[in-house]
């Protein structure tokens, strides 16, 4: 099997390309930077190629690609956000037209004005999002179900893991002494996503059957609240604060004056409600085999 996964030097692609490797496969890792380490990337061959400037002149033949390069971030610039991941998506679509396209997508494309209930894949697009990430993930979703010919787009919640380069980093952006501030009250259910998990689940839907429905969550086998995913995501990091929660109503006008502040309304919308996945089709149709949340030390 022959994979190009894009975002390589990244979390995601890092470990899909691991995975890939380690299954037997011929990788072709791309990223932004000018070189990567090869332990990252499986020893994949590497080429830099920054997505959002054009398509690639010389792509690999392949069978399948893997597309992670996104920009992931909730308060970044909202021309670069969109230029790397719509346009930079349009430009991967281009580069490999006639093969198996995953389409490493987010659970950022529900309604993010109401909680995510054990959400069904057809509940997104919807036509209303809190800032330029959810909003170009979703525009990407719709182009590459309208353009690439053999499509499969995965829906991860929340991915934790080694090598974490968002979830945890974001989080101890507000810790203040030994507390980490927290919107809500940390009793409400979240999917989270093991990235040995999503890898695994990329490299299944490379080989999947073609066919129809082509969209999928994917998570850990059940939900787990907040609070308990916090603590366990600060113990295995060995980060010695504890969660402090702060109503979800005392900071949404702060947030409303500072839109790109830290506590801005997005992350107040993923920790202070319900944001969890129905992973049914994914185990039905692509044979993932989910595993529970656990945070084994780092
Ligand atoms: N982490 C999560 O919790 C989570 C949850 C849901 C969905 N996702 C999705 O998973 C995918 C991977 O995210 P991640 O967590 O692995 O993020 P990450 O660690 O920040 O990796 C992003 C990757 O994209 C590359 N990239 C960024 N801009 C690029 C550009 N203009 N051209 C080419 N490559 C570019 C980066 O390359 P360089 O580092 O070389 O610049 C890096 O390899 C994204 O599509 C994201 O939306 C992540």
Same mark, same amino acid.
């Given at each position: ?13 890092? &470990?899909?390309?691991? =995975?890939? %490797? !380690? /299954?037997?496969?011929? $990788?072709? @890792?791309?990223? #932004?930077? +000018? ?96 800032? &330029?990430?959810?909003? =170009?993930? %979703? !525009? /990407?979703?719709?182009? $590459?179900? @309208?353009?690439? #010919?053999? +499509? ?102 702060? %947030? ?43």
């Amino acid at each position: 099997m022959r994979l190009a996964v894009t975002g390589a030097t990244g979390f995601v692609g890092g &470990a899909v390309c691991r =995975a890939a %490797a !380690a /299954a037997g496969w011929q $990788v072709s @890792a791309f990223g #932004r930077r +000018a070189a990567a380490d090869a332990r990252h990337v499986g020893g994949a061959a590497y080429r830099s190629w920054d997505v959002g400037a054009a398509k690639l002149a010389d792509p690999p033949e392949v069978d399948a690609v893997v597309h992670c390069a996104a920009s992931a971030t909730d308060t970044g610039v909202a021309r670069e956000v969109w230029r790397t991941n719509l346009l930079g998506t349009h430009h991967v679509l281009a580069s490999f037209p006639d093969c198996r396209f995953v389409h490493v997508s987010s659970a950022s494309v529900y309604d993010p004005y109401r909680p995510t209930v054990r959400a069904k894949e057809h509940e997104a697009p919807v036509d209303r999002y809190l800032n &330029a990430y959810a909003a =170009a993930k %979703a !525009a /990407a979703e719709q182009l $590459v179900l @309208a353009i690439a #010919r053999d +499509a499969v787009v995965l829906r991860p919640h929340a991915v934790y893991g080694p090598g974490d380069t968002t979830l945890l980093p974001r989080l101890l952006q507000n810790v203040r002494g030994t507390r980490l501030l927290v919107p809500g009250t940390g009793r409400v259910l979240v999917s989270m996503t093991d990235v040995d998990s999503l890898a695994r689940a990329c490299l299944l839907a490379a080989t999947a059957e073609p066919g129809w429905p082509n969209v999928f969550n994917i998570a850990d086998s059940a939900p787990v609240t907040i609070d308990w995913a916090l603590r366990g995501l600060l113990a295995s990091a060995g980060v010695p604060v504890r969660p402090a929660y702060v109503p979800a109503p005392l900071l949404t006008p702060l %947030a409303l004056v500072f839109p790109a502040g830290r506590l801005n309304r997005y992350v107040i919308s993923q920790f202070a409600v319900e944001r969890t996945l129905d992973i049914t089709a994914a185990i039905d149709r692509l044979g993932y085999e989910p595993a529970p949340t656990a945070f084994p030390p780092r």
